[in-house]
């Protein structure tokens, strides 16, 4: 009976080999693709989101006549004219998009990159046509930008570039100009370029449809292998650039000299002030050096505190800040070796990125001032704070075969007194068959703890190596590893995958926070596009694996059905069943650890976005003494748009459980954020953030007041306070509180 998992993941991985074997994907030869060529102007374009300049009647119109979602290259219905323009400093794309319907066009005054629920244009841009990685460049109706990095099948937005748009509404639907500056994407140094091109209009109504200038064939995962070329643009290989970003902050802080004492002494900070700056040079398009000096990494956005009370692992937050987005998609992999924000409150740092033909390579380099540490284990992590100073190095180097196929390799360092962290392997990618890929990674660490017991003491094992976790000066080396063979169709697509970790793999300047585990996992889906008055798609969907420690024993095993459905009214659902759930923690076995779990999104009107996780069922208590419970936890958030300059943005996260066997109540409680945003203009914003955390009994409130000219030219005021309450007699006292003002601005020559 216990066979079942092992039995169904072998079924699972037989019948997909068939599928693999029968399988192949339409290639589209470069001969049948279409072009469109640049038109070369003089001067620059003034940038009204009109198309009323004559020149735009120099350029070639090509029309976005293809309906690739959710219908199969059905006639787009609505008309998209799309021009391109260039001189020496910049590439114009003018979009005209008709609308029988105008008043149904959905369109807000927002920050940038928050544009995806609204009426959008843009083009996805492989300036090397290698497929590797590409810009995605959008525009909506009020000219609001939004840039993403796309590298495979992952969209990264926390790219941000340099460059500048503009829209405008009309009778007839409405307009739309980009204007990209050489200066701010890499290409090839050549006197000709030919890049490959994906023009695309996103049309949100009863479905959120996807008009583009070529078809798309669904046997092909690879949207921008499927687009045109780009011609015509000469003379542009000479472009290179000086930035400064020099900044200046000021802030005052105070808090209570206890928070665990509730008539403890409010203390105010002396005011405090700090300039710094940076400097990039790009000798070449393809070639960037960076270096910052007493750096501002500060983030203005807070986190959205997540809820940690049956969690055992080290929580993940995105990094927001700016230094380390650029470039960090070539930092990123499955295995986790380069995490930015283990580099906390840095001197300095330094970075240099290019390309040469086919080669990609990145550096990045920052001294840290107080450096985190996350331990990993088996069935939990750590977290410790030091004031410990390190120095980190992270090097990447990878060569594009073309195709989506690559060979890379990564290294990381981190040195403190007396301790170290070497992490170093290789990536790959294999495409094959049009479809189908085989990806993997295979990374070595040697660590050299610190020696501080005071920071850190807990002896838990490192599985059967003799080592424990404690700062206690033991050295070790690991491995970490990861595959994947991968098939994507139209109808049926599969993904088997490997990950083993040794007990004592560990990567510092990375998010590894467990470790100890070998894994088997592998899904397959089904998908159908009926395209009908109530369903655009679905996909039936099974996921399976097993999971082992290194001494050989079962620790986990799973089988979950699932289906997903895209429905009209722009509602996707994702309905999940945990039929298979066993796993032994702390030496307890649990088995039939059954729950069901929906996810949501909808956004069925302009003015409101609705999504939702929800799970009921089994959970394990996880504490020393763990126990089964029945519960849920639930997490909401409502977008509201009742204008378009002022959204509501309202999120709740619940978790409860009780135990199975007595009825006792293990936890119970919630997390309440509320963001506020009045949008002046594309520019100009006043934001309230406010957030209740009932597990800790806290409130934070965060006004911000923002002005940004670009991603690099901001200027901020805004505070912070946080309170506690503390229950009778004493009720809410204020525990923290900063006030701060931040002006950088960006000098491009």
């Not at 001189?87 to 149904?104: E, I, L, Q, R, S």
């Not at 927001?320 to 295995?335: I, S």
């Not at 990609?360 to 996350?374: G, K, M, Q, V």
Request: glycine fraction near 8%; charge should be negative.
């Amino acid at each position: 009976m216990r066979t079942y998992p092992i039995i169904s993941v072998t079924c699972l991985i037989f019948g997909s080999v068939v599928f693999w074997a029968q399988s192949s994907a339409f290639e589209v030869p470069d001969s049948t693709r279409p072009e469109i060529r640049a038109a070369k102007i003089e001067g620059n374009l003034k940038l009204t989101g009109n198309l009323d300049d004559p020149r735009w009647n120099t350029a070639q119109p090509v029309l976005l006549n293809y309906e690739i979602q959710p219908g199969e290259n059905t006639p787009a219905p609505q008309k998209t004219i799309a021009r391109v323009l260039y001189n020496t400093d910049y590439v114009y794309f003018g979009f005209d998009c008709k609308d029988t319907d105008p008043a149904a066009i959905r369109a807000h005054i927002s920050d940038r990159d928050k544009i995806f629920d609204d009426d959008f244009v843009g083009i996805i841009l492989d300036t090397y046509g290698d497929y590797q990685r590409a810009y995605e460049f959008f525009v909506n109706p009020f000219g609001i930008q939004a840039d993403l990095l796309r590298t495979g099948y992952n969209e990264d937005d926390s790219f941000d570039a340099v460059w500048e748009t503009a829209g405008a509404r009309n009778k007839d639907g409405w307009t739309a100009v980009m204007a990209i500056p050489f200066k701010s994407i890499r290409f090839p140094a050549s006197q000709e370029q030919k890049w490959s091109l994906t023009l695309g209009r996103i049309y949100p109504r009863a479905s959120r449809a996807f008009f583009s200038w070529t078809p798309n064939d669904r046997n092909n995962p690879c949207l921008q292998c499927q687009g045109g070329y780009l011609t015509g643009i000469s003379g542009v290989q000479s472009v290179s650039s000086v930035e400064l970003l020099p900044y200046v902050v000021g802030q005052q802080s105070g808090q209570v000299a206890d928070d665990s004492d509730p008539s403890s002494r409010f203390e105010n900070g002396k005011p405090k002030g700090r300039v710094g700056g940076g400097i990039r040079f790009s000798p070449t398009p393809d070639l960037a050096f960076e270096a910052v000096v007493n750096p501002d990494f500060s983030q203005v956005e807070s986190d959205a505190t997540q809820i940690s009370v049956n969690s055992t692992f080290a929580l993940f937050y995105s990094e927001k800040r700016p230094f380390f987005l650029v470039g960090a998609d070539m930092f990123q992999n499955q295995t986790g070796t380069f995490y930015s924000r283990t580099i906390n409150n840095p001197i300095g740092g330094a970075r240099a990125i290019g390309k040469s033909g086919s080669l990609s390579f990145s550096y990045l380099a920052a001294a840290d001032r107080n450096t985190p540490y996350i331990v990993p284990g088996e069935e939990g992590s750590d977290v410790v704070q030091t004031d410990v100073e390190s120095f980190s190095n992270v090097a990447r180097g990878r060569y594009d075969f073309g195709n989506e196929t690559y060979v890379g390799g990564m290294v990381t360092t981190r040195n403190s007194a007396r301790a170290h962290n070497y992490v170093g392997g290789l990536d790959w990618n294999y495409k094959f068959m049009g479809n189908n890929s085989f990806r993997g990674e295979v990374f070595l660490s040697d660590t050299k703890e610190l020696t501080d017991l005071n920071l850190f003491s807990d002896t838990r094992q490192f599985g059967s190596t003799g080592r424990d976790a404690a700062f206690n000066g033991e050295q070790y080396s690991g491995s970490g590893t990861y595959l994947s063979l991968r098939h994507d169709g139209r109808e049926y697509s599969a993904n088997l995958q490997y990950q083993d970790r040794s007990p004592t793999f560990q990567a510092q300047d990375g998010f590894v926070p467990s470790n100890d585990n070998r894994t088997a996992m592998f899904n397959q889906w089904y998908s159908f596009y009926p395209n009908s008055a109530v369903v655009d798609m679905w996909a039936p969907e099974i996921d399976a694996g097993i999971h082992y420690n290194y001494e050989g024993v079962k620790k986990e095993q799973w089988v979950v059905p699932n289906v997903y459905a895209q429905l009209k009214g722009q509602i996707n659902i994702n309905a999940v069943y945990f039929l298979v759930n066993d796993e032994l923690f702390k030496g307890v076995q649990f088995r039939n650890i059954n729950r069901v779990s929906f996810n949501l999104n909808s956004r069925p009107v302009s003015v409101l976005s609705l999504s939702g996780n929800f799970a009921f069922g089994r959970f394990i208590n996880r504490t020393d003494a763990p126990a089964l419970g029945t519960g849920h936890t639930i997490y909401l958030t409502a977008l509201i748009k009742p204008t378009s300059q002022f959204q509501i943005e309202l999120d709740f996260s619940r978790a409860r459980l009780r135990s199975v066997g007595t009825g006792d109540l293990f936890f119970d409680g919630y997390i309440a954020r509320t963001v506020g945003i009045y949008q002046f203009t594309s520019e100009f914003l006043l934001r309230l953030i406010g957030q209740y955390d009932q597990f800790n009994n806290k409130i934070d409130i965060y006004p911000l007041f923002s002005y940004k000219l670009n991603p690099y030219t901001i200027f901020y005021a805004g505070s912070t306070y946080s309170l506690s309450d503390y229950g009778p007699p004493f009720g809410t006292e204020q525990t923290v509180r900063q006030y701060f003002l931040k002006l950088q601005y960006l000098i491009r020559t």
